[in-house]
């Protein structure tokens, strides 16, 4: 392992957004816990290399060598040479000894839905009939073979953009030619029935906090689309999956989404490293022993500065 050289001051760094509820919750977590947290955009990182060799990588709010954790939110969309930077630079810090979560490997993966899926499928969870093609041709072949009844999503992208149903081959067709058109990657998988409902495993650490979410007026879950969303106890079962996969793909904070499946109970459908919780500290809003979801990541990463690598806090 290489020597660390950054600081262990216990700073908390958060790239993403400063503005908005997520951010307020956590900067409001950070505060009960006299942890000093700032903010910068993604944009902003750059990146140094002296006539030492030494590396330096600083953002809008200073120096990375000055924080002592890293907590990756949402990244904006970029070109491939800018998304490839902030994962270089994220990486390169990592191998210096600064902690990231979620490390720029893990990051990677969960934001490419078909990387995060192989996964999962290679462990022998069950997920739904996938297909990723490049041509229109091909397209439309699965789309036959999955019974001309598929949900068509970004490769990357979440909350709900983007996805839609297609039933018939009209569709398809147009469908499939604009995707070809914008040079994009075709995302399909074959409708799981019955639709609509499914269960977040959220991950922080060794915890996994369950929601049930149910949208009875269309297939997709999102609550900005109308879903309910229930607290519930994950199984056993749950639980391990939820922690193997984390551990597999090194996710530290993050969720795994399992969609109802009227035939083998439930499929994975993905993997989110970088969750919305809204609407799950929603549900605990009326249990008054219940420290928030941003509590309890600000405790995941508090540990982590203080070299606790059990970093839980009871629910």
Same mark, same amino acid.
């Given at each position: 392992?290489?020597?660390?050289?950054?600081s262990?001051?216990?700073?908390?760094?958060?790239?993403?957004?400063?503005?908005?509820?997520?951010?307020?919750?956590?900067?409001?977590?950070?505060?009960?816990?006299?942890?000093?947290?700032?903010?910068?955009?993604?944009?902003?990182?750059?990146?140094v290399?002296?006539?030492?060799?030494?590396?330096?990588?600083?953002?809008?709010a200073?120096?990375?060598?000055?924080?002592?954790?890293?907590?990756?939110?949402?990244?904006?969309?970029?070109?491939?040479?800018?998304?490839?930077?902030?994962?270089?630079?994220?990486?390169?810090?990592?191998?210096?000894? %600064?902690?990231?979560?979620?490390?720029?490997?893990?990051l990677?993966?969960?934001?490419?839905?078909?990387?995060?899926?192989?996964?999962?499928?290679?462990?022998?969870?069950p997920?739904?009939?996938?297909?990723?093609?490049?041509?229109?041709?091909?397209?439309?072949?699965?789309?036959?073979?999955?019974?001309?009844?598929?949900?068509?999503?970004?490769?990357?992208?979440?909350?709900g953009?983007? #996805?839609?149903?297609?039933?018939?081959?009209?569709?398809?067709?147009?469908?499939?030619?604009?995707?070809?058109?914008?040079?994009?990657?075709?995302?399909?998988?074959?409708?799981?029935?019955?639709?609509?409902?499914?269960?977040? %495993?959220?991950?922080?650490?060794?915890?996994? %906090?369950?929601?049930?979410?149910?949208?009875?007026?269309?297939?997709?879950?999102?609550?900005?689309?109308?879903?309910?969303?229930?607290?519930?106890?994950?199984?056993?079962?749950?639980?391990?999956?939820?922690?193997?996969?984390?551990?597999?793909?090194?996710?530290?904070?993050?969720?795994?989404?399992?969609?109802?499946? @009227?035939?083998?109970?439930y #499929?994975?459908?993905?993997?989110?490293?970088?969750?919305?919780?809204?609407?799950?500290?929603?549900?605990?809003?009326?249990?008054?022993?219940?420290?928030?979801?941003?509590?309890?990541?600000?405790?995941?990463?508090?540990?982590?500065?203080?070299?606790d690598?059990?970093? @839980?806090?009871?629910?």
């Amino acid at each position: 392992m290489p020597s660390c050289s950054h600081s262990t001051g216990g700073r908390l760094l958060v790239l993403g957004p400063g503005d908005g509820w997520h951010a307020e919750q956590l900067r409001g977590a950070a505060a009960s816990v006299g942890l000093p947290i700032q903010f910068a955009d993604y944009e902003t990182l750059t990146a140094v290399i002296g006539s030492d060799g030494r590396l330096q990588g600083r953002c809008a709010a200073g120096p990375l060598a000055r924080y002592a954790v890293v907590l990756c939110r949402t990244m904006p969309l970029g070109s491939l040479e800018q998304i490839t930077f902030r994962l270089a630079i994220l990486q390169a810090e990592l191998e210096r000894g %600064l902690p990231i979560v979620n490390p720029p490997r893990t990051l990677e993966l969960a934001i490419d839905k078909f990387a995060a899926l192989a996964k999962v499928a290679h462990l022998g969870y069950p997920v739904p009939e996938t297909a990723v093609v490049q041509s229109r041709r091909d397209a439309l072949t699965c789309f036959v073979d999955f019974g001309q009844d598929v949900v068509v999503k970004p490769i990357f992208g979440g909350e709900g953009r983007g #996805v839609m149903r297609v039933q018939n081959r009209e569709l398809a067709w147009s469908t499939f030619t604009t995707l070809e058109r914008l040079n994009a990657v075709i995302y399909m998988q074959r409708f799981v029935p019955p639709g609509g409902r499914d269960t977040r %495993l959220l991950v922080i650490g060794q915890q996994v %906090l369950a929601f049930r979410r149910t949208n009875e007026c269309d297939f997709r879950t999102n609550t900005a689309g109308g879903a309910s969303c229930q607290a519930i106890v994950a199984t056993i079962e749950q639980r391990e999956m939820a922690l193997r996969i984390a551990n597999v793909m090194n996710l530290k904070i993050g969720s795994v989404d399992l969609l109802d499946c @009227t035939q083998s109970g439930y #499929v994975v459908l993905e993997v989110n490293g970088v969750p919305g919780w809204k609407a799950a500290q929603s549900c605990l809003a009326g249990c008054r022993e219940q420290t928030t979801i941003a509590q309890q990541m600000i405790a995941y990463l508090h540990a982590q500065i203080a070299g606790d690598r059990r970093a @839980t806090v009871p629910p």
